[in-house]
Structure formats: structure tokens, C-alpha cells
């Protein structure tokens, strides 16, 4: 896991060391760069070690004379390949040779040897720029559900990239603010990709590779989100239980000690039970989770409870009022994209940084795989209503205009008013402001009108409850719980690991029918993991929740004030307040 950077062509000819200064962050454990002589091309690179902590996992890594390919080529790459060492004995028995134990090599050569067919083969996380010097064409490519974020800026046929948005900033010193990502962030309280706050800069979609070459550019989509649905399973339980080991196996691969993160709620416990399997009694297992002293809020005495039921070293942070509201400078500061969420991520990670972890597993994914939202039972009535009523939707639109503004019934009205989408419906479960007081709140900040929104997502799965999830995983958990997830983790130097979002997992559990693999309570993840004990599986769903709002009031109270002075629209709701902050402080 690790920052990455650099540029292909001659317009992005900047100082490396402020460049590297941009993503040292995300790599405490070392640095590199290559240039090429006439500085048309360069990689940067700043480690944290995980796999072969030897020199010979260092960046940016060359590769000179692999049995399919004669020339030079150099890779900087963020991320972990899992199934690394049986795409190693591939190419050990092709007559490969390695000089060293990392993913890094493995994946290098396998682009030396096979290019971008490879990416399809690789079981992991990933966000990587390979250069082949002797055609001087360049490959970046992410991760099937962007697990890894990649960001890039062209300029006169010269490609500029890095793992964060931050590192391009200063390369476009007269870029504005997007208007269409700033009503899209009031929209979400994220901003979609492929697009960031910044013009000029485009994050690279998940499951895509861009080809660099001759200064032309093009980008190409390599893994989509299918739900292949076969009729029927003989044994899903099994299935899922088999999938889901397996996926914890693999995201246990390391040269360092991996922790997890657990809270009181079903997912990060079947981690936790699941890795314990793997391991075996013996096995040495930490555990991180936050307390507090707000029963509203705390969920300890659960993840403690479970700590010791599965032997696990648990070590807990009892956050006071105080301490949280000194970690509240540093989360603002280290977000990368604005976005009203990652608070929590930022604290946990911290915790387990300071306990010397590198690397943990996070339950995250879970709910979008099992149905663990609201969103499954509301997003399929949404549409039916909508289809069901007709020419009545003016009626029912018009009585749902006479709730508070501001209320979540509004956003239901927008929707009955519209065409009735599913992305729609999704944002009338989901969403913080309408689009009507998004362009406006966008116009009154920024002095343009931003677009229209595109309330169409392509063609979705047929059943709706799997329509929901693929919304889910592609629109809440890849724009803002993935992106938070890395960038407040990598802010404290700790890989944070995901099994639930995991390729082989998906293409074994899709064709599961909504019907079983969606039940009411997440059942068949529970009956796949039965070792999760009675005291999480009765616990009522409440998130893993921070009393951040009081917090921000203290530490923050000018800002917030700030946008209630600058607002056109009534704000009513914390969500609102809060996320209409963050577009005036980082957008």
C-alpha cells in the first residue's frame, strides 16, 4: 500500500520533491523516483512496506529483459495483488525469474509479458501507471470496484497522475471549482466519479485502464458489475461460506502482523469469526474499536464482549468530548475529495497506527452485499409507487410539497415529479438536498449554474432488490465509503483491507438469487457465518456512529455558522448544515 505519481509527455515537468512531499504521507516506509533522461516521463513512488519488506520491494520497480518482452519497462503501483504467488508459479514455469518476494514483481511482469489482458486475473486492490520505454506508451489502471483510487489531468497531450487529488492541485494553479461536482456533492454528500472538485482533474473509473500513447489517450472499461443470477443454488450457505473464508484468507497475506477493526454490528464480527477459522485458536488476533461514554452511541461493551469470546487482543480507545474534538482539525485537514463522512475511519485508524498495525480488515461491504440497508426495502417501493400511480404522482407530489423544507419527504416529491429512475429513487432514500436547491445552494456559492443531473445509470440488473445493490456498491460504497476508507486510513499510514469487496467473492455470490442472497436481516451471511454470536445477530442495526455532530459544533462553529449565513435554501437537518460546511471549506 503506497502513494503513486508521475507524468508521461513534457507539459508536467515539476519539482519531484514537491511532488513526492504531496504522497510521502501514504508511505512512511520509503520513496523513490525514476526520470527519464529527457524528463518526458517519471514515476514516484513512497512505500508502506507489507510484502517483502527487502529492498527488493522498492519503487519504482524496472523490469529488463522478461522472456516476452526484450525491453525496459517500470511500474509504481498502490495496492495488494492477493493471489500473487499462483500468478508467480505461472510465470516461474513460463521461465520467469525474481529477484525478490513482492506482489510489485509478479505484477510487473505479467504487464511486461501480457499487458492489460492480465488485469482481468488479478484478486486484489489496485491502482497502478506502467511505462514501457522503448514504445513509450503508458498503462494506469484501477481495481474492479475502486477499492484504490487513481486521479489524472491532461495538458497538451502530457498525462499527469497521482493517488490523490492534493498532488495534481498545484499543477493546475488556475483550475476552479467544478460547479457540476459541487451539486453533486450537495446532492450526495460525495462527488461521483469520474469527476473531483477540481476542473481539470478526472479520477479514473473503477474497473478501467487509460492507454497513454503519442500524447493521445484513451480509456477503456475492463470489469463491470453484473448479476449473473442462475435459477437457483443448491446449497448457498455453503457457497457463501466457502467464498467468504476464502476472500478472508486471501486478505491475510502480509510479512506484517494484520489487525481488524471491529464494532458491535454483524459484519466486522464475522470478519473476526471468519479470520479466527483461518488462523486457528492459537493465532495471535488484535482488534480495534472506539467507546464512549453516550450510551446513544456506544457500542464497546458489544465489540468488547466479542473480542473475548473469539480470543482476541482488544484494544479499545474510550473517547472523551475532548479528545474527539482534537482529532477534528487533522480529519479536515487530511480529506482529499470533500465528503460529509469518514470521521470514524479517521479515529480507528488512528487508534490502530498508534498501537504499531499496519494493515487491519474492515467489515465494509457487508451491507451491500447482504441487504444491510433500508434502501433495499425502500428503493423497490419508491418505483412501484411511482409506476402504480399514474397521472395521480402531481397529487401525491403536491401534498408531500407541504412537508417541513428540508425533510427527506421532499426529496420523495422530486422524485414523484420525475421520471422515476432508479438512481432517483436511490437518491430519494439516500440524498441531502433536491436537485432544484443543489443547483441553487451551487449557483449562490460559485455565481454559475451547474447542469442538469443525468438520472440514468445504463442498464441495471433486472430484479430490483439486486438493482439496489448494484446502486449500492457502485454509486454509496465506491464514491464515498471506499474513497474515505483509504484516504483517512492512508492519512495515518494503515492499509485497510475490505474482504467483503473482493472480485472472486462477488462472481461466486452474484448468481445467488436475490431472493436468498438478499433475506431480511442479512440471513444468509449469518447462516454462512453461524460462529457470530446471539448478542450481534439481536443487536438492531445502527451504523458504526460518532457524536461528531457536537464535536464539529465546538471545533468547527464558525463554519457552520458560516453556512447558515450563505445559504438560499432552507438547511433545517444537521446532514444539511454539515455537508453544505464541507462545500464551502473544501470544494
Not at 495483488?81 to 513482492?102: A, P, Y
Not at 470478519?271 to 493465532?283: E, F, I, N, S
Amino acid at each position: 500500500m503506497c502513494g503513486i505519481a508521475g507524468w508521461f509527455g513534457r507539459e508536467f515537468n515539476c519539482d519531484p520533491e514537491t511532488l513526492l512531499d504531496s504522497i510521502r504521507h501514504r508511505g512512511p516506509d520509503g520513496e523513490g523516483m525514476w526520470l527519464q533522461p529527457d524528463r518526458a516521463a517519471a514515476l514516484f513512488h513512497t512505500r508502506l512496506a507489507i510484502l517483502d519488506l527487502s529492498d527488493a520491494g522498492y519503487q519504482p520497480m524496472v523490469c529488463r529483459g522478461a522472456v516476452h518482452n526484450d525491453g525496459e519497462s517500470w511500474v509504481v503501483y498502490n495496492g495488494e495483488i492477493f493471489n500473487f504467488h499462483e500468478l508467480r508459479k505461472e510465470l516461474e514455469e513460463s521461465g520467469e525469474n525474481f529477484s525478490g518476494g513482492s506482489d510489485t514483481e509478479v505484477l510487473l511482469r505479467l504487464l511486461a509479458c501480457h499487458g492489460e489482458r492480465i488485469l482481468p486475473r488479478l484478486a486484489g486492490m489496485f491502482a497502478f501507471a506502467w511505462y514501457d520505454a522503448r514504445s513509450r506508451r503508458a498503462l494506469l489502471a484501477r481495481d474492479a470496484f475502486g477499492i484504490k483510487p487513481l486521479y489524472y489531468t491532461q495538458h497538451n497531450g502530457s498525462l499527469a497522475f497521482a493517488s490523490e487529488v492534493r498532488a495534481l492541485r498545484p499543477l493546475l494553479p488556475d483550475a476552479a471549482t467544478s460547479p457540476d461536482a459541487m451539486r453533486d456533492l450537495l446532492l450526495w454528500g460525495t462527488i461521483p466519479e469520474p469527476a473531483t472538485a477540481v476542473e481539470g482533474v478526472v479520477q479514473l473509473p473503477a474497473g478501467c485502464a487509460l492507454e497513454w500513447s503519442d500524447g493521445n489517450v484513451a480509456v477503456r472499461r475492463w470489469h463491470n458489475v453484473r448479476f449473473e443470477t442462475t435459477s437457483s443454488v443448491a446449497d448457498a450457505v455453503s457457497l457463501t461460506r466457502s467464498a467468504l473464508r476464502e476472500s478472508v484468507q486471501r486478505h491475510l497475506v502480509s510479512d506484517v502482523p494484520v489487525g481488524l477493526f471491529l464494532s458491535g454490528g454483524i459484519d466486522s464480527t464475522a470478519v473476526l469469526a471468519l479470520t479466527r477459522d483461518v488462523l486457528g485458536a492459537q493465532a495471535d488476533i488484535r482488534t480495534f474499536s472506539i467507546g464512549f461514554d453516550d450510551p446513544a452511541y456506544d457500542e464497546s461493551a458489544i465489540a468488547r464482549r466479542s473480542a473475548d469470546y473469539f480470543g482476541s487482543k482488544h484494544i479499545e480507545w474510550r473517547m472523551t468530548a475532548n479528545e474527539g474534538r482534537a482529532e477534528v482539525d487533522g480529519y479536515m485537514r487530511a480529506m482529499d475529495q470533500p465528503t460529509i463522512d469518514g470521521f470514524n475511519t479517521w479515529c480507528v485508524s488512528r487508534l490502530a497506527r498508534r498501537e504499531g498495525v499496519k494493515v487491519v480488515l474492515s467489515g465494509l461491504g457487508g451491507d451491500e452485499m447482504f441487504a444491510g440497508y433500508g434502501s433495499f426495502r425502500q428503493v423497490p417501493r419508491f418505483l412501484r409507487a411511482h409506476a402504480a400511480l399514474g397521472r395521480s404522482r402531481s397529487v401525491v407530489a403536491a401534498a408531500l410539497a407541504r412537508a417541513p423544507a428540508g425533510s427527506r419527504w421532499r426529496r420523495l416529491e422530486a422524485f414523484f415529479r420525475g421520471p422515476g429512475t432508479p438512481l432517483a429513487a436511490f437518491h430519494a432514500q439516500r440524498g441531502i438536498f433536491t436537485e432544484a436547491e443543489s443547483r441553487e445552494l451551487t449557483r449562490s456559492l460559485t455565481g454559475k449554474f451547474p447542469g442538469l443531473v443525468d438520472w440514468n445509470v445504463g442498464e441495471l440488473p433486472a430484479n430490483p432488490h439486486d438493482a439496489v445493490s448494484f446502486l449500492e456498491l457502485t454509486r454509496y460504497m465506491r464514491n464515498q465509503l471506499l474513497r474515505d476508507s483509504d484516504v483517512f486510513s492512508m492519512a495515518h499510514g494503515l492499509e485497510l483491507r475490505v474482504p467483503f469487496v473482493d472480485v472472486r467473492l462477488f462472481a461466486a455470490l452474484s448468481g445467488i438469487p436475490a431472493s436468498t442472497r438478499l433475506r431480511t436481516g442479512k440471513q444468509l451471511l449469518l447462516d454462512a457465518v453461524p460462529e457470530v454470536p446471539d448478542w450481534v445477530r439481536n443487536q438492531p442495526k445502527k451504523g458504526f456512529r460518532f457524536p461528531f455532530q457536537d464535536w464539529v459544533k465546538d471545533g468547527l462553529g464558525g463554519t457552520l455558522s458560516a453556512a447558515e449565513a450563505r445559504t438560499t435554501v432552507p438547511l433545517v437537518t444537521w446532514y444539511r448544515q454539515w455537508a453544505l460546511a464541507v462545500a464551502i471549506l473544501k470544494a
